[in-house]
């Protein structure tokens, strides 16, 4: 490994976080449930996992908070790896373009959402799962129970209870998509297991040892167990990539320069490949729903390390 | 280098070739202007350059093709590197979306187009050069002639001019961008150079050369001449990942897994940063625009070399 | 009244429905649920009423059928004339526009819908009513009841059921005006009355006597009752006149010049201001989902009696 | 006539002219051509010709102020009157729905526009007489100007310059059309005849004098010569009814009932079937572009003479 791979990460997390202190925080907690407006804005959290074994922490990075979309990466993986029929029949793997677009994109395309990260996206990821699983939500926990190396790691009723009552927008895509054909069960049954996996909570650490296998060729370093194929590997990395951050795919992409995915609880796991898995947490979001100084540090730590996958 | 890299890339070229000759080549020859419609669509070449001067070629890698939109990344970075300005004022950086949205998209940006790698983005680029450069046209020229060290690379008057005559489409676009203030110059002065730049005529050898410096944290090889800085580069690689392939920058980055651009006349280039630069070109297009043989050629190369940036 | 108004009607039913026998019916009957799937396509019925008490019949005009949207009128008037806030800060007056806009136009007006004949705007209304009548459905029955003069008009719960299991469209659109708090009733109690007054089934007869108020300045003939002020009757003929039609407002206007309303039931009722009102019903739909016969039926009556509004 | 009919309209425009100096007049001036911004803002006109040759004045009613749009009803009844094609094949006959539409909507539909009295319909109509015209510039003066019984009524060159200098949207939306094969001629001889009808002028007088054959059958009462047949003439009010004022059709029938045309010029034009045609000229617009006072004196005028075609 070069020189710039040998330094003591958890120093320059030290160096960045002290920088961004010194920048004020424009971003906003998200507050459209009770669960997610109480947090404490102030915390701040960075976990680094190498895949030959190293780690590197900084602040809250042992803290669970609400993973929320980052767990659309946890069921669109399991679908990938287990269901035999053709999942791009009904999804697309585009980025999904401007936000005011959700709606009129799946009319469009009729009922087929532009990629399996997205909300709509991820509710077709659960039909599919709803399906082809004996038990879907206790199946979707104990995989990432088994990831993360710790059965602790579990849904937060309230939470899911919490984005139900107040998920209108996406009862709107759910029944737009199953108007189309492109939902197969219930709507309540997909919609509870899609609830469920956004209330997950880990913290840094276990994000980014539960996303180490996308940076080993698809293989969990510490076990040997193969998740996924090589290709199918760097083909999740490449949806990350185009697919990960919402609108702010391309803004991603350019500034850090990484395969990642982001959740409105704060949270962000990027991957590079071959080399390492990180995780983030500071719940201020930006206007585009990301974490504003997850990105920003992201952004830092990748410039500074000039590690990037391009 | 990995054992695979030593492998001899045109072997490897010659037997993807022949199993892409067992499949029917369902794309077809753009045919918006004479120009394009009459070329014979059985064209093949591909060319790769590494970092390190090794060159690999087959078929029809010598003979000169219309680049069309691959041109859009020169006028980028020609911009990008000698323009004080912040151009992200103007445009944004983020994938395109669904191909219905080109105008509704502007309209609702109010003129923004969506990245520099669209046509409404390539004209906001025009509009730049043309207030920062003393002769566009011949500037950005010479800037071609001497990445691709071949001073006989030149645009095409006649194909710039049957553009010109057909860009109805085109005309809307930058149109619609100067009712919001985007445009600055008069437009024919913005058109003529952007039609001049898509009728740029160059070989998949030329093409390979002229995109290394981007493999190369932006220096080129053999001259040592910097053309961006290191970031800015990652940052290019980045936005050709992203937003290369029109609406199938996903697909792209999915199945091929590295940065590139492609252009309807059938050609495509891929960079591999830190390894080397790759032009393919096949005439007949997909449904989306790109080459059809080209985006599978490509394909089958990432995928038997093991090799992509994730 | 002019000569030609003194004509038998009933006669020149006859010879238009004749006419209209020696051209082919392209049009074709709603099926997305049995109970309109399996109508006879055949069925034909037109009543006139006149505001002086005259009646002219033909065909099926006694057969009660599936009203569908043409109940949008009825609940319309009813919220219109006994609530006191202002509807019209939770809906607009204006034509729906193209057929695709649906969804993207409740998004872009965060929630307003268009007017209140189309889906979106009459479960406004009907939220509206959930909140202002003491038992809504009875309600409104009882008022469409006293207006047809017939206490056996009544909602088909079968085909209510029928609408509720296929309607996802129509969920994904109260979903969505709920996210942005146009909907304040819970979603299940709007839909049961949307429901419900969509099921209405009523004669070509009961329809034309029904309407007959907007053709008299709001006061129903036979009765002296009065049911809307003449300033809110020729509002809501107006309404009727811009929004009564889906996507073919300006087509009906255009050829046959009389505000109406229709439902893909079959069924089209139309006023003449201070002459009559007239109501049609033929089930097979044309592409827009109005009656094909029933539009060309009116389009004949208009133009051979040189009677329109214009 | 009735009772009502006989009073003293010129007394009744007082009274409403005089409530409505009250009211604070919370429109613009059109400011996107010096000439437009620049007239006095307080202007005020109304001018009411009966078909029985009765004339009813206030204000302003002899100066001539820029027509703009309210031509687009002129140009509309010489292609309606003399051009044998089929022009419901290049144009469709509905409102044009919400205003972010206009681009995306002709893309939607291949450059068809929704109708002839929004921008790209009136080109459209411009095309068709170019082609059928000996000299459109010249014939379509002629016309006016017979129809107006003034030969002094000219275009205003120096407004159609400056439309055109400005004009970028407009050129978007030609080349959008031709793009799609629904504009035949070069687009500058289009465009110079768009430009040129916008530009002109006329007085209050002169538009309800020119616009009274449309209030009567489509005979110009003073002459007897017949403009357009009976049923045509009601399919022109009929257009203007839904068509008429951009996105505010609705709200015109809702609040005036009858059939009309504006101008950003803040002229409005509006025909009584069987009446009168009345031009009402004020020049602050309100937010969708038409006269704020007009529209109001125009609500309160129907309104008190209780005479709308509802």
Redesign the interface.
């Known amino acids: 490994m070069a020189l710039h791979e040998m330094m003591n990460y958890s120093q320059l997390f030290l160096e960045i976080f002290n920088e961004l202190q010194q920048i004020e925080d424009r971003g906003r907690v998200a507050d459209y449930i009770p669960e997610l407006a109480h947090i404490n804005p102030d915390h701040f959290g960075v976990h680094l996992t190498t895949i030959d074994g190293r780690q590197y922490a900084f602040g809250d990075s042992e803290v669970r908070f609400s993973i929320q979309s980052i767990a659309k990466v946890f069921t669109f993986v399991l679908a990938y790896s287990r269901v035999k029929s053709n999942i791009w029949e009904r999804m697309?793997?585009?980025?999904?373009?401007?936000p005011?677009?959700s709606?009129?994109?799946l009319?469009?395309?009729r009922g087929i959402p532009?990629?399996p990260f997205i909300n709509a996206g991820s509710m077709v990821v659960c039909d599919i799962l709803a399906d082809q699983l004996a038990s879907p939500r206790e199946n979707v926990l104990a995989f990432i129970r088994s990831l993360s190396r710790n059965s602790t790691v579990d849904y937060n009723p309230i939470v899911a209870h919490s984005e139900k009552r107040s998920g209108?927008?996406n009862?709107?895509?759910v029944?737009?998509m199953?108007?189309f054909g492109n939902i197969r069960n219930e709507i309540d049954k997909v919609m509870d297991l899609y609830f469920s996996i956004c209330s997950l909570e880990m913290s840094c650490r276990e994000l980014s040892e539960s996303f180490l296998f996308l940076a080993n060729n698809g293989i969990v370093p510490h076990s040997g167990e193969s998740i996924l194929s090589?290709?199918r590997?760097?083909?999740t990395?490449?949806?990350m990539?185009?697919?990960g951050f919402y609108?702010?795919?391309?803004?991603f992409?350019?500034?850090v320069?990484l395969?990642g995915k982001s959740g409105v609880g704060g949270g962000i796991v990027a991957v590079h490949?071959g080399k390492y898995a990180i995780a983030v947490w500071s719940p201020r979001l930006n206007k585009k729903g990301n974490s504003y100084k997850g990105m920003l540090f992201l952004e830092e730590f990748t410039?500074r390390t000039?590690l990037?996958?391009?």
């Open positions: 697309d793997m585009e980025p999904a373009g401007t005011f677009n709606l009129i994109q009319e469009y395309d532009r990629n209108f927008r009862y709107a895509l029944n737009l199953k108007s090589p290709s590997t760097k083909r990395n490449a949806l990539q185009t697919c609108d702010e795919a391309g803004q992409t350019f500034k320069g395969p490949p410039t000039k990037s996958i391009f």
